[in-house]
Nanobody, 127 residues
Framework: QVQLVESGGGLVQAGGSLRLSCAAS????????MGWFRQAAGKEREFVAR?????????YYADSVEGRFTISRDNARNTVFLQMNSLKPEDTAVYYC???????????????????WGPGTQVTVSS
């Protein structure tokens, strides 16, 4: 079992920045691909960003956040980060950290591809 806990959410004005963290339990963190998803009120959970296992420098972003958000990981500390800059009101959502044990041949942009989830952290961007 893997336990994930997000932190760093809050209320910011449009144009501001936040840095989210996701702390994972266990000793096999480096073998998991990690992803960030978000779910706005009344909408389905959607892909934000993912990073490959072993921190090989390969990452992928949703078009809506490309150039504004950056995902990174620190395997020694069992932590993945999401740096969010130039925030917009439409970024308002609960942000979830996901762990993907089996990568397979899929891209990792669907919520159904992830095996473990944290409880989420609220991000609210005011206009």
């Amino acid at each position: 079992q893997v336990q994930l806990v997000e932190s760093g959410g809050g209320l910011v004005q449009a144009g501001g920045s936040l840095r989210l963290s996701c702390a994972a339990s266990g000793s096999t963190f480096s073998t998991y691909a990690m992803g960030w998803f978000r779910q706005a009120a009344g909408k389905e959970r959607e892909f934000v960003a993912r990073i490959n296992r072993y921190d090989d420098g390969k990452s992928y972003y949703a078009d809506s956040v490309e150039g504004r958000f950056t995902i990174s990981r620190d395997n020694a500390r069992n932590t993945v980060f999401l740096q969010m800059n130039s925030l917009k009101p439409e970024d308002t959502a609960v942000y979830y950290c996901g762990a993907r044990v089996y990568s397979g041949r899929t891209l990792g942009v669907s919520k159904y591809e992830y095996d473990y989830w944290g409880p989420g952290t609220q991000v609210t961007v005011s206009s």
